[in-house]
């Protein structure tokens, strides 16, 4: 039998049809044109089409039909880190690395840290992100986020490739004000001496917030909390922990996460989260983001 050869681009992108519930938390989403892009030249040549960037697919949910744009998966170089103190930048109490990859997972990158000894981005800790999405959304907890260990990002759109620092961002709560579409190809971090044992207390204790939370497929939290007001809680008290619709779960665990229980659709999400939206009755906005959009 000969293999079928895999479809490469000018600049040697490996690209495939494939489902992107394959790339996703939720384990849900339906075929789009995949392009493993592993230098920054692939990624230059990747954006010269419509596109969506594909983190760790931990805040997605992609409709059953998938998505028409091809949607950018980074590998390669773009998925290493070099950790490394730049001697040039560093000082006595701070260290700046090397690039690390918009697509490093960032719980491996966390566990490295901790080993070294350096801090800053310990609060991050259980956010199974890639770096790059996690930069994007300045994913955090109430323990720390990802602008507290950026030192430079690097940041690619069709026909530029452009070095910012924090400062050149008016970034905030859960938000980097980079637009979407804008690739953080990679970044150096900015960290402060300490020793593994003080990283790994800090990052235990983050971590105890989680203890609540479902440990199945899920793309996190659904809502925001509206007006500071627990999602959570008005999930649980309109009694919808345990709602099933198809092979989605309303988790009994925790109200504000649906799970995939094996089998689910994004119509099965989508009809849970209409339930919410209808049972809770005040407005309820989506945490997580819906591909291609708002049906
Ligand atoms: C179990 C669980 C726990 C979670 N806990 C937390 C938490 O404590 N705190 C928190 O903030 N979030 C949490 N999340 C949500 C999620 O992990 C974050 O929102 C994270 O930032 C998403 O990153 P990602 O790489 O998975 O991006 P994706 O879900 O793949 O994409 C999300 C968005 O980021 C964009 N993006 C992805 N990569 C890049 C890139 N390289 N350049 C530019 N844009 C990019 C995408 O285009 C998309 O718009 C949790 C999710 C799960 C499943």
């Not at 409709?63 to 998925?79: I, K």
Request: charge should be neutral; hydrophobic fraction near 40%; aromatic fraction near 6%.
């Amino acid at each position: 039998m000969t293999a079928v050869p895999v479809p490469v681009s000018r600049t040697g992108a490996r690209v495939e049809r494939l489902p992107l519930a394959r790339f996703t938390t939720l384990g849900v989403g339906g075929e789009a044109e995949v392009w493993f892009v592993s230098t920054l030249e692939q990624l230059r040549e990747a954006v010269e089409a419509p596109y969506r960037v594909l983190g760790g697919g931990s805040n997605l949910v992609v409709s059953d039909g998938g998505v028409p744009e091809r949607v950018l998966r980074l590998t390669g170089q773009l998925a290493e880190a070099d950790l490394t103190p730049d001697p040039e930048l560093s000082t006595s109490d701070t260290v700046v690395t090397g690039w690390v990859g918009g697509g490093v997972p960032l719980p491996g990158l966390i566990r490295k840290l901790q080993k070294l000894g350096l801090s800053n981005l310990e609060g991050t800790v259980g956010i199974p992100a890639q770096v790059g999405g996690a930069v994007w959304m300045n994913a955090g907890t109430r323990y720390g986020e990802m602008f507290d260990g950026l030192h430079t990002l690097e940041i690619v759109t069709p026909g530029s490739v452009r070095h910012l620092t924090p400062d050149d961002l008016n970034w905030g709560y859960r938000q980097s004000d980079l637009p979407r579409g804008h690739v953080v190809s990679r970044v150096r971090l900015k960290l402060r001496h300490s020793t593994s044992e003080a990283v790994l207390a800090k990052m235990d204790f983050a971590d105890l917030a989680r203890k609540g939370q479902p440990k199945m497929k899920t793309p996190g939290c659904a809502f925001k909390n509206p007006g500071g007001v627990s999602a959570g809680k008005l999930i649980d008290e309109a009694g919808l922990k345990g709602a099933r619709v198809g092979g989605a779960m309303i988790a009994p665990e925790h109200a504000n996460f649906i799970v995939n229980l094996g089998g689910a659709s994004s119509a099965d999400v989508h009809a849970l989260l209409g339930l919410i939206r209808e049972r809770v009755g005040v407005p309820m906005e989506l945490e997580y983001e819906l591909w291609p959009g708002e049906a």
